[in-house]
């Protein structure tokens, strides 16, 4: 069974950092895009970040120069810095074989709350 499982979330204050981690079981990371997503209460699911599976980044300007996403094997981290109170959310993985992130993308985890508040 093809599952992705996100751990590293948690309670943090303003200014704090966290790393997510996204671990691939069933199947191997390493010829799939991984994106990164959250959702934030009231809120719909928005795009974070996206990694090749030969390392090209992107993310969204709202974490751009504070996130950061790297992959090791059939890992993928999600280094949160400088963590602001709105970027409380549900943080999901994703992954899949096509040309970008999106909403589409066929495979998710069931995500990891990351509350940031003082």
């Known amino acids: 069974q093809l599952q992705l499982v996100e751990s590293g979330g948690g309670l943090v204050q303003p200014g704090e950092s966290l790393r997510l981690s996204c671990a691939a079981s069933?199947?191997?990371?390493?010829?799939?895009?991984v994106g990164w997503f959250r959702q934030a209460p009231g809120k719909e699911r928005e795009w974070v970040s996206c990694?090749?599976?030969?390392?090209p980044t992107t993310y969204a300007d709202s974490v751009k120069g504070r996130f950061a996403v790297s992959r090791d094997k059939n890992t993928v981290y999600l280094q949160m810095n400088s963590l602001k109170t709105e970027d409380t959310a549900v943080y999901y993985c994703?992954?899949?074989?096509?040309?970008?992130?999106?909403?589409?993308?066929?495979?998710w985890g069931k995500g990891t709350l990351v509350t940031v508040s003082s």
């Open positions: 069933g199947f191997s990371l390493e010829n799939f895009r």
């Open positions: 990694i090749s599976k030969n390392g």
């Open positions: 994703a992954a899949d074989q096509v040309r970008w992130c999106s909403n589409a993308m066929r495979y």
